[in-house]
């Protein structure tokens, strides 16, 4: 799949209005009881963009990107400021703020992860998008050096020891990440007219799998 990595410009996805989307399937019975089952283990990000712009200049920074990712044929970086660190939005990222893996002495590469908690219940969401320069990583509570201990992949979130973490040895992560996105339009519809009197372009963005 083609992408290119570039983030959307954050200045205008401040504004905008999305968030996860889920599928699920429900079957209501003869006897009212329902199934529910969901083909997804993930979920997948919406967005709309049009609602970040503020001015004409931000309207043409939207146009020249758009037209460089070719509408909905080119992915690309998008910030979601509602969710975009490892850690709560009041604190700062550390090396201890997600679980990523344990050690077993045989296992080098390790998925960057973040877990959403709410009761005993744990999802897990791979990250696959990582900011570069935001990641911090220990091993066993002790902190490791990219390049030297670990290679770090941006374009997949896929962390590589050089030598496998001991047994028991607890993979933690902080980090920033974006989410991978494409336009779910070819074809943004604005007017100056309508600009100033206060109505965006709707322009979605949609989350693909990588």
Not at 74 to 87: A, E, M, Q, V
Not at 181 to 195: E, G, L, N, P
């Amino acid at each position: 799949m083609t992408f290119h990595d570039v983030r959307f410009p954050a200045s205008l996805s401040f504004g905008a209005l999305g968030g996860p989307e889920r599928r699920t399937e429900i079957v209501t019975l003869a006897n009212g009881f329902e199934e529910r089952n969901t083909p997804w283990a993930h979920a997948r990000r919406r967005y709309d963009a049009g609602l970040g712009l503020r001015s004409l200049d931000d309207v043409e920074t939207l146009i020249a990107f758009f037209e460089a990712r070719q509408g909905q044929l080119i992915g690309f970086r998008w910030k979601d400021w509602s969710d975009y660190l490892s850690c709560r939005p009041s604190a700062a990222v550390t090396s201890s703020d997600q679980l990523i893996g344990v050690g077993d002495e045989t296992t080098r590469v390790f998925q960057l992860q973040k877990a959403y908690r709410s009761g005993d219940t744990v999802y897990r969401r791979p990250i696959t998008k990582p900011v570069a320069g935001s990641v911090r990583v220990q091993v066993g509570g002790d902190p490791v050096t990219q390049g030297v201990d670990y290679a770090l992949d941006h374009d997949t979130g896929m962390l590589t020891f050089a030598d496998a973490p001991d047994h028991t040895a607890e993979i933690r992560a902080g980090f920033e990440f974006d989410v991978p996105v494409r336009f779910d339009t070819d074809a943004i519809m604005t007017s100056m007219s309508s600009f100033q009197a206060g109505q965006v372009p709707n322009v979605p963005v949609i989350e693909v799998r990588l």
